[in-house]
């Protein structure tokens, strides 16, 4: 499907307000595009889930990939909320916010020896090992720093989470993790390994996974699995069911799974399990509670269609042309205006750079402004100065308040990093 394709007109409900911010008000001060996440609604999705898991021995890590923005990771830590990490860089953010190491866990398949090695050194929680090779690597460097790594296996239970290829990570053919058989293998030869306390599994299948049946088929693969382990002498005291819980980017046809179900379906397929529980929620953490507001530069008449060229571009948010991922997009005035269809494009030389395809609106003039919504996961994250676009700005609202938590990017900041070539070596 291409980007934001539709056969039918999405609501023109307009959003003139976040968590008791006015929209327009906000754009006309720190002008656009601009990136804004209401703390309200975070502190709320964080709430949910944790009310679900009253009882289990169970710690939210929050998947840092989605927003790492500090005030964000600042506002998980206040709430208890631990961190899923993929890179040192995700790590320094994390402590620099507050988190505790010891609520720390380090997953992804590429971990050099050098990450390895400085996570060691603060005392993170856990190591989520993808490969053999990693789960050697682990071994050597905590024997070199008189440590002992705990670390779980990602095993890849070859389930299709029935979401986008891109963003599938449980199947067989997927880079992620290991067959159970491999696990197998490991734990029958844990004792060789003096330095790593492999005690843990990890699964995790994808993400924006929007049915309940593909997290209960892992989950009962898992439960098979540690069962297995336990029986032949291996202790298994840490499950990490990962992340992946689906968020609506298309009001009336995606229908996330309710937190409480979601939580339901963990207690039935681990019933019985007395060990610790891992999560990893990114996306349904901060999804909705992020906007992206834009301003229409201009209308521009095609002999097929209508282009409506806005400011902000795929560098803004690179999810529609690189998924061709569907976010709604509504006015901020609700002033009535006839139903046009456009193509709403941004300014950046690529044709990829098109929020929606088809898309009806009310007909919409130069100055408007836009609200693309459910952008606060993989929206900032994901930006980029191509085209020597400054990075938007990014702004927390909080009950009628806003703060600037990151300010627009100035032309200097962006080639700071750069110098001209007067100083030649030899390698």
Known sequence: MTPGSAATAPSFAADTAIDDVDLAALADRLGTPLHAYSSSAIRQRIGGLQAALSGLDATICYAVKANPNLAILQLMANAGVGADIVSAGEMRRSLHAGMSAERIVFSGVGKTADEIAGALSVGIHRFNVESHDELLTLQRLAGAQGVTARAAVRINPDVDAHTHAKISTGKSENKFGVSIDEARHWFAERSLLPHVQLDGLHVHIGSQILALEPFRLALQRVAAFRRELEQAGH???????????????????????????????????????????LLEPGRYLVAEAGVLLTRVIRVK????????????????????????????????????????????????????????????????????????????AYGASMASTYNSRPLAPEVLLNQGRYAVVRRRQHFEEMIAGEQPAHHWETT
């Open 235 to 277: 202790p298994v005291n840490s499950i990490d069911v990962g992340g992946g819980l689906g968020v609506c980017y298309r009001a009336g046809e995606d229908h996330p799974v309710a937190a409480a179900d979601y939580v339901a379906a963990i207690r039935e397929a681990l019933a019985g399990y007395r060990g610790r529980l």
């Open 301 to 376: 008449p095609g002999i097929a269609r209508q282009f409506l060229v806005v400011d902000a571009a795929m560098n803004d948010l690179q999810r529609p042309s690189l998924y061709d991922a569907w976010h709604d997009i509504v006015p901020v005035s609700g002033e009535p205006r006839t139903p046009t269809t456009y193509d709403i494009v941004g300014p950046v030389c690529e044709s990829g750079d098109t929020f929606a395809r088809n898309r009806v609106m009310p007909e919409c003039m130069a100055g408007d402004l836009l609200l693309i919504k459910a952008t606060g």
